[in-house]
C-alpha cells in the first residue's frame, strides 16, 4: 500500500530495540525466545497502529523477519513473505521461512474462519494454476494481499490476516555460511540458489554490505526487464551475514 514504507520504517526503528528491552527484563535462560517474539510483534502491531494511524494503514503494512543468533544457534520469527535463506559455498541454501502464502492450507482455514477468502486479481492465472492466492474480503475485489501475515494492513486484519510470526529453531548454524534476509521484491525474482551464489562471492572478506548492495541491485535489474515494471516492481531490500 502507500503507506507500507512508514510502517516498514518503524519496524526498522523500533523492532529492535523492543526486543531487546523485552531479553533485558530477564536472564535470557529465564525468558524463552520462542515466547518472546510473538509477543514482541504483537505489541509492535499495536504501536504501528497507534503511531502511523489506522487509516493510514487501512490498505498499508509491511512484513518482517528476525533472527536471533547465539553460538551454532539460531531462532527466527517471520511474519510475512520477507524470506530467510541459509547457504553456503556447496550444496542447496536451506529456506529457513516461508512466505505465508494465502493459499497455503493452514493460512487459508484462517482467513476463511475469519470471514475472508483466497482468490486472485481478475486476468491473473487461478489459485489452481499458481498454488499462490491473495487475501479478500469476502464477496470483494479488496485487499487482495499476497502474504497472510503482516503489520498494519488493516482491512487485511478484519478477514485472517495477522502479525502472528512464525517461529524457526536451528541448531546447527556452521562456520563458512551465509544467512540472506530479504524482501519478496528480491524473492520474486531472486532463487535461493542464486541469492546464495551472488553473496557467497563477497565471503573471503566477509563484506556483507556489498553483498547485500549486489543483491539488491540484481534484483531490480531482473524486475525492469519485466514488461510494466514501472507499475508493478516491488519493494526490494536485503540484509546479509556471513558466519
Excluded at 513473505?81 to 547457504?87: C, F, Q, T
Excluded at 536451506?94 to 477468502?117: D, F, K, L, M, Q
Excluded at 556483507?208 to 525492469?224: F, G, N, P, T
Excluded at 526490494?236 to 551475514?241: K, Q, Y
Aim: proline letters at 4%; aromatic letters at 6%.
Amino acid at each position: 500500500g502507500e503507506n507500507g514504507e512508514l510502517v516498514a520504517e518503524f519496524l526498522s526503528q523500533n523492532l529492535p530495540t523492543t526486543l531487546l528491552a523485552y531479553f533485558d527484563s530477564e536472564d535470557w535462560e529465564g525468558y524463552s525466545p520462542s515466547a518472546v517474539v510473538p509477543s514482541c510483534f504483537q505489541l509492535l502491531d499495536q504501536m504501528v497502529t497507534d503511531n502511523v494511524g489506522q487509516r493510514k494503514l487501512r490498505a498499508s503494512g509491511a512484513t518482517a523477519t528476525v533472527v536471533l543468533h547465539r553460538g551454532n544457534s539460531m531462532l527466527v520469527g517471520c511474519c510475512g513473505d520477507s524470506r530467510a535463506v541459509l547457504g553456503s559455498g556447496g550444496g542447496k541454501p536451506r529456506a529457513i521461512t516461508t512466505a505465508h502464502n494465502p493459499a497455503e492450507p493452514a493460512e487459508r482455514a484462517r482467513i476463511e474462519a475469519s470471514g475472508g477468502e483466497v482468490g486472485v486479481f481478475d486476468g491473473e492465472p487461478t489459485v489452481e494454476q499458481t498454488g499462490m492466492g491473495r487475501v479478500f474480503v469476502a464477496g470483494k475485489q479488496e485487499p487482495g494481499l499476497a502474504t497472510a501475515r503482516a503489520f498494519g494492513d488493516l482491512l487485511g486484519k478484519s478477514c485472517g490476516v495477522t502479525a502472528e510470526p512464525e517461529i524457526f529453531a536451528l541448531n546447527n548454524v556452521k562456520q563458512r555460511q551465509v544467512l540472506i534476509v530479504a524482501s519478496d521484491g528480491v524473492w520474486d525474482v531472486v532463487d535461493d540458489e542464486s541469492a546464495v551464489r551472488l553473496a557467497m562471492e563477497y565471503a573471503q572478506n566477509q563484506d556483507a554490505q556489498s553483498a547485500a548492495d549486489v543483491l539488491v541491485q540484481e534484483a531490480r535489474m531482473l524486475w525492469e526487464q519485466r514488461p510494466g515494471s514501472e507499475r508493478t516492481i516491488d519493494d526490494i531490500s536485503a540484509s546479509v551475514t556471513f558466519f
